[in-house]
């Protein structure tokens, strides 16, 4: 019996490959990274904000954004609004919520009248933190 094969009756023990579970691992973590990025995104109708020399990044969470589209129209977070819809919205909000934050997101062709409009009605229905949203304009080398 001993010329055989020189494993005999060993069994053979199971390995675990790192490397491929690490591979998983960033897969995932970068997945995730990505997808919590664009949580932090407006709550707002998609529009060309105008630009800021001075502006902050702000969270929106804990808030509600109203959107003045190029034409005039309202939306109240994502959904388009009519104007009785959206004073209905601002005063129900304000009781639920009396120290939340209005953010106003227009488009950079918005009517001026419009963003008065929306801070009015917002300020009538007794909120103080409104807030104009705006792209931060990138610094260029002869500005600094």
């Not at 970068?30 to 702000?58: I, W, Y």
């Not at 929106?60 to 104007?83: F, R, Y």
């Not at 120290?99 to 419009?114: Q, V």
Request: charged letters at 25%; a negative charge.
């Amino acid at each position: 019996m001993s010329g055989g094969s020189s494993s005999g009756g060993k069994k053979k023990r199971a390995r675990i490959e790192i490397i491929p579970l690490i591979d998983v691992i960033f897969f995932l973590l970068a997945t995730f990274v990505l997808f919590t990025l664009s949580l932090t995104k407006s709550n707002g109708q998609p529009v060309k904000q105008p630009d800021s020399e001075t502006g902050e990044a702000r969270d929106p969470s804990g808030s509600h954004t109203v959107t003045i589209l190029p034409e005039g129209a309202l939306a109240w977070d994502k959904d388009p609004v009519s104007a009785t819809e959206f004073l209905q919205r601002i005063q129900d909000y304000h009781q639920s919520e009396p120290d939340g934050r209005i953010l106003i997101n227009g488009d950079e062709t918005a009517h001026f009248a419009g963003v008065i409009y929306v801070m009015d009605q917002a300020r009538l229905a007794g909120f103080r933190k409104v807030f104009i949203e705006t792209r931060t304009k990138q610094k260029t080398h002869h500005e600094e």
